[in-house]
């Protein structure tokens, strides 16, 4: 992710001034790297998982921890505000939870507006996947009147000006008209009723996750007191992005205050909660990962400066408070790693491994190499396809019938089965580049996955080969003396037989089964000409597609 700061904002922040080259070399430690320098702006690329850095202000706090500037655990108090946040019932199903807080004295100019926004925007594309697991409101507290209601509302009831515009618009209208509705508006679009965001004086603050209110949802210069809500489907992550955005308001000069969130079964929630996690690491786990022989003292202060607290016990147990901004703190593990950051990897001496070893390619890899190399040598030509397709191409048009694995929450049913044969797959390429002259022999080297409800994991993963020619005609005799060549180059000369079977995608009487010592692990024939119009070929066709053996090893 890309995070563009304007460098003097980010060296204010800091504290201390920088060359662009020591930023940069402080930021390469941080595994955050600079992209490009223009002017007063700067472009940094972010590491996927420290999604608190996606802002001038995260990126300044962790340098600052690192310079030992500002080292151990931020410290973010929060203030109870007593205002209250009331969650009616019927959004089970919608869009469930909500968390938010007040901030009152943001510093605000019309730079950081735009920055507070692009973080708003960073965090619900990342961490909110797009809005769908989370999104982020922000609007002007003092214009608020409490306590808030957000609830299901009829889409046509849902009237107000949405940010941009001065004419107000119902719901169907803003999904309909507003770029942020056409864009977002999938997410609701399917329920009866929508979620609602309004105060106890009937002001629409939002409709949540698509668009704020003009009124109250528009921050301008004179917005010193800034009221933050987060709504979505998985409670961790709405706290987490709201925990991200109040601490980098925070950042700015703004005071924390907490909202009591009322759901409809009575429970009460207070929100934020910055209170720092607490995780344990042994000092033995921290030697054996990273390799470096610490003190405890080196320990310590390795992790204030990746904004921790620490502290050692007697048997070698490290206790360790975690900010609760730091969303990609889930393990041990994570903290270790942070050790070496903290560390500086550019402090760590480089050692020749104590067993030298020689690397090789896996049996199966060289046999699939092996195949390759047969293949084109029969001017059969490679292609490459995603292991994910429909159960159109692999069922229907195919005339097969055999079980499919499916995917969870596809989103396109082109992509909502694995593949449980290549010659579909095959056949489905022919049938997109009939422009190309003939004849045309195609192949493909890869996995197969069949459901199994003895294997650990209920699917099979099976390596295979298919091939495929097309032309204006075509031979069966041919593709058996090339089944038997490919058959005879892997060293399997008098192992392997042909055995006549009627198999729907070819033509009766014109299909075999492949048997390797008796055991059946192949097939091939000429394609009925019911599938060929299926896949909108229009030339005869033959085909095969062999299994090989997971362990290379016939």
Known sequence: MIVS??????????????????????????????????????????????????????????????????????????????????????????????????????????????????????????????????SIGLYVHDDIKYPVRYYPETPSKIVFAPLGYDEEMDGPSILKSHEKGIEFGSIISSFKKWPALADSAGQFLSLPPIINSNDLGRLTTETKNVFVEVTGTHLP????????????????????????????????METPDLKPLVMKVSRKDIIALTGLELTDEEIIESLTKMCYNARMSSKGILTIQVPQYRTDILHPVDI????????????????????????????????????????????????????LSSPEMMQVNANR?????????????DYSVLRNALLPILLDFIAQNQHVDLPQKVFEVGDIVVPSETAETRINQIPSVSGLTTDVSVNLTDLMNEIGFLLRGMGLDGRFK??????????????????????????????????????????PAVGFEIHLPRDGQW
Do not use: W
Not at 77 to 87: D, L, Q
Not at 343 to 372: C, S, W
Not at 401 to 413: C, E, M, Q
């Open 237 to 268: 992550t709405v706290n987490q992005a709201l925990n991200i955005m109040v601490t980098s308001l925070g950042e700015r000069g703004g005071a924390i205050e907490s909202v009591t969130i009322q759901y409809p079964d009575g429970s009460l």
């Open 336 to 387: 270790i790693e942070d050790v070496a950051v903290g560390y500086g990897f550019d402090r760590i001496e480089p050692t020749l491994p104590a067993t030298m070893t020689v690397g090789r390619l896996q049996p199966l890899t060289r046999l699939k190499n092996r195949v390759r190399d047969l293949l084109v040598g029969m001017k059969y030509q490679e292609i490459m396809s995603y292991i």
């Open 5 to 134: 700061c304007r460098i003097d904002s980010l060296v204010g922040l800091i504290g201390k001034k920088l060359a662009i080259k020591e930023l940069e070399d402080i930021l390469f430690l941080l595994k955050a790297e600079v992209e490009r320098v223009e002017g007063n702006e700067i472009e940094i690329e972010i590491n996927p998982d420290r999604q608190d850095m996606l802002s001038a202000e995260g990126i300044a706090r962790a340098i600052k921890a690192f310079l030992g500037i500002q080292k151990g655990l931020p410290s973010f108090p929060v203030k109870k505000s007593g205002k209250k946040v009331i969650v009616e019932k019927g959004l089970a199903k919608i869009r469930k939870f909500i968390s938010c807080a007040i901030v009152k004295g943001v510093e605000i100019n019309e730079e950081l507006l735009v920055d507070y926004m692009h973080l708003q925007e960073a965090l619900t594309a990342t961490h909110g996947r797009n809005r769908r697991k989370a």
């Open 498 to 539: 042909f055995v006549p079977s009627d198999n729907p995608t070819f033509i009766n009487g014109r299909s075999a089964v492949i048997t390797i010592d008796d055991e059946p692990c192949g097939l091939f024939g000429e394609i009925n000409p019911e599938v060929l119009e299926n896949f909108a070929i229009g030339n």
């Open 401 to 413: 019938r055999d079980a499919l694995v499916k995917t969870g929450n596809p989103k396109s049913s």
